[in-house]
C-alpha cells in the first residue's frame, strides 16, 4: 500500500531503486543516483524498495525485476520502464543519459 501510495502522490517522475543489503552494487547506484545532474533532480523523486522481505516480492516480480540493481521508472503511478543489468552497474554517465531520454520524451 504506501509503495503504491508513493507513486501517485508524487508530482514527478519516481525512480525506485529495487535493492538488496547483500549486493555490493547497490551501495554504487545509491551514490549514482545521489549525483543525478540537476536537470533530473528537478524532474525526478526517487524511492527504494529492499526486495528482502517476501511480501516484497510479487512487487518485483510485477514489474519486471529480475537482477539487481534495478531502477523502476514511474508516472502518475503507473509503471514506464525498468532499467536493469546483467552483471554490475551501467556507468553513471549513461544511466543519466538513459533517465533524462525517458523523461524528456514526456
Not at 525512480?15 to 543516483?33: C, E, P, Q, S
Not at 540537476?38 to 524511492?47: F, N, Q, S, V, W
Request: hydrophobic share 45%.
Amino acid at each position: 500500500l504506501e509503495f503504491r501510495r508513493v507513486l501517485f502522490r508524487s508530482n514527478k517522475y519516481v525512480v525506485v531503486h529495487f535493492w538488496a543489503k547483500w549486493n555490493g552494487y547497490d551501495n554504487t547506484m545509491r551514490d549514482i543516483l545521489g549525483d543525478l545532474p540537476l536537470k533530473l533532480k528537478e524532474t525526478l523523486a526517487i524511492g527504494t524498495l529492499d526486495t528482502d522481505p517476501s511480501e516484497h516480492h510479487h512487487l518485483c516480480a510485477s514489474h519486471g525485476v529480475r537482477n539487481l540493481p534495478a531502477l523502476a521508472l514511474f508516472r502518475d503511478g503507473v509503471h514506464i520502464e525498468t532499467i536493469q543489468t546483467i552483471m554490475g552497474l551501467l556507468p553513471a554517465a549513461e544511466l543519466h543519459e538513459k533517465l533524462f531520454g525517458l523523461v524528456s520524451a514526456d
